[in-house]
C-alpha cells in the first residue's frame, strides 16, 4: 500500500528565510506525489505533483519539490518565506485505482 | 477559472438526522471524489464516481451513500448521524484521462449535535 510521512507537525520559520516540509514516501511502484495547501477554513489547493517526467518539479508561489527515489523524498522548499505562505501543508501519493492518500499534515508558521 | 462548487459551506444537524451534500464539479470534468477531514485529521478518502457508476470506495460508512448524477454532479447523503461524523467534507474532481490530477472544492463543514 501507498502511503506517506511527514516528518514534522510543525515548522516555524522567519518571514524571507528559506522552507523546507519534509517528506517520505512508500509505494510499491513509482509514485505520482504531490504537495497540497490548506489555508485556515479554507479548501486543498493543488501546489505542485511529480508524474515521472523531471525529478525536479515546480509548482506556484514558488514553491519546487524534488523526488528523490534512492531516499524515497519528497521535499517541499522555498527560497524565501512569505506571511501569506502560512498555512498546512499536505504531502499525498496516489493510492491506486484513483484515490489519494494524505500524509498527516505540516503546518507552516511564518514569523514576522 | 471555474473550480469545485460544494453546497452547503455549514451544516448543523443534531444525531440521528440525515444529511445531503452536493458537489458540482469543474466543467468537462467526469470523476467526482468525496473526502472526510476530521478535526486535526488529514483527509481519507470516501468514495469516487465515473460516468455515474462508483469507481472505488474507501472508508465509507454504510449510514453514508452517494450517486452521481448525469450532469456529472454528485451528492453525498448521510443518515443516522453520529457526532463523530462532524468534519470537513471536501468533494474533488478530475478528468478520467488524469485521475491524480485532483481539484478541491471549499469543502463542507458538517457539525453534528
Known amino acids: 500500500a501507498q502511503s506517506v510521512t511527514q516528518l514534522d507537525s510543525h515548522v516555524s520559520v522567519s518571514e524571507g528565510t528559506p522552507v523546507l516540509l519534509r517528506c517520505n514516501y512508500s509505494?510499491?511502484?513509482?509514485?505520482?506525489l504531490f504537495w497540497y495547501v490548506q489555508h485556515p477554513n479554507k479548501g486543498l489547493q493543488l501546489l505542485l505533483k511529480?508524474?515521472?517526467?523531471?525529478?525536479l518539479v515546480k509548482g506556484i508561489n514558488g514553491f519546487e519539490a524534488e523526488f528523490k527515489k534512492s531516499e524515497t523524498s519528497f521535499h517541499l522548499t522555498k527560497p524565501s518565506a512569505h506571511m501569506s505562505d502560512a498555512a498546512e501543508y499536505f504531502c499525498?501519493?496516489?493510492?491506486?485505482?484513483?484515490?489519494?492518500?494524505f500524509g498527516a499534515g505540516t503546518i507552516l508558521r511564518v514569523k514576522s | 477559472a471555474a473550480g469545485v462548487i460544494q453546497s452547503p459551506r455549514h451544516l448543523i444537524k443534531e444525531k440521528r438526522e440525515t444529511a445531503t451534500l452536493k458537489c458540482y464539479p469543474i466543467p468537462r470534468h467526469d470523476t467526482v471524489y468525496w473526502y472526510q477531514q476530521g478535526p486535526g485529521q488529514d483527509p481519507q478518502f470516501l468514495i469516487s464516481f465515473y460516468e455515474k457508476m462508483q469507481s472505488d470506495k474507501g472508508s465509507i460508512p454504510d449510514r453514508f451513500s452517494a450517486q452521481q448524477f448525469s450532469d456529472y454532479h454528485s451528492e453525498l447523503n448521510m443518515s443516522s448521524l453520529e457526532l463523530g461524523d462532524s468534519a470537513l467534507y471536501f468533494c474533488?474532481?478530475?478528468?478520467?484521462?488524469?485521475?491524480?490530477?485532483?481539484?478541491f472544492g471549499p469543502g463542507t463543514r458538517l457539525l453534528v449535535l
Open positions: 509505494s510499491s511502484y513509482s509514485p505520482s
Open positions: 474533488a474532481s478530475s478528468l478520467k484521462a488524469d485521475q491524480e490530477t485532483q481539484y
Open positions: 499525498v501519493v496516489s493510492g491506486g485505482g484513483n484515490k489519494l492518500v
Open positions: 511529480y508524474t515521472s517526467a523531471a525529478t
